[in-house]
């Protein structure tokens, strides 16, 4: 047999992700099978397996994508910042300057539609667990960056002040989701971030 060259396999994983996600979007996370994968792909099902044991790791390993896919970008564009209002800004202007594509919509439901199936197994439970936990530390980095600095109140909890953050994000998301109003959601980002701020800053 000739032999498949590494950047065959990703080339091949990352069009597999890519109709699963559409898939998803469309099906739902519960009601799509293999099969719609299969048959949105090309990709006969032994061959999907052959890259992902279930249904379940080809989401995980989209969600992995994604996460990875935030940091390295917000990584990149705070390389040389050592503000910590700065680094909350770009933050902010990350979410409102989010394009908003046609699928976006769907993609937010099967998070979120994800995140709850999740929530009723343990195993599962504790994946999403350690990701959440990622994105507080991020926030929570931050802030305690800006409290040493005297940029941000010390009074102020990160851990909780990082939570709160997520938990509006999630919100805003989980509206647009279902509503669709691309315009109400970039408001909304307008006064979370001006809320925001204002409670945090010195």
């Not at 202007?93 to 919509?105: S, T, Y």
Request: charged letters at 30%; glycine letters at 4%.
């Amino acid at each position: 047999m000739p032999k498949v060259s590494a950047q065959y396999k990703e080339e091949k994983r990352n069009h597999i992700l890519e109709s699963a996600l559409k898939c998803f979007g469309e099906k739902g996370y519960q009601a799509t099978i293999i099969d719609d994968i299969v048959k949105d792909s090309n990709i006969s099902k032994g061959a999907i397996y052959n890259y992902f044991e279930s249904k379940e790791e080809i989401y995980l390993q989209l969600l992995k994508k994604r996460t990875n896919t935030f940091f390295e970008e917000m990584d990149e564009v705070n390389a040389h910042l050592t503000s910590a209002k700065q680094k909350l800004a770009n933050l902010f202007k990350r979410f409102k300057k989010q394009e908003l594509k046609e699928d976006d919509q769907q993609t937010m439901r099967v998070y979120i539609e994800f995140w709850l199936f999740g929530s009723r197994q343990e195993d599962l439970r504790k994946i999403l667990a350690e990701r959440y936990n990622r994105f507080i530390d991020y926030i929570v980095n931050i802030i305690v960056e800006g409290q040493q600095s005297g940029e941000i109140k010390k009074e102020i909890d990160p851990q909780n002040i990082s939570r709160i953050f997520w938990a509006i994000r999630d919100g805003n998301v989980l509206h647009y989701s279902f509503l669709g109003e691309e315009e109400q959601y970039r408001i909304a980002w307008d006064t979370i971030e001006e809320m925001f701020l204002n409670y945090v800053q010195q």
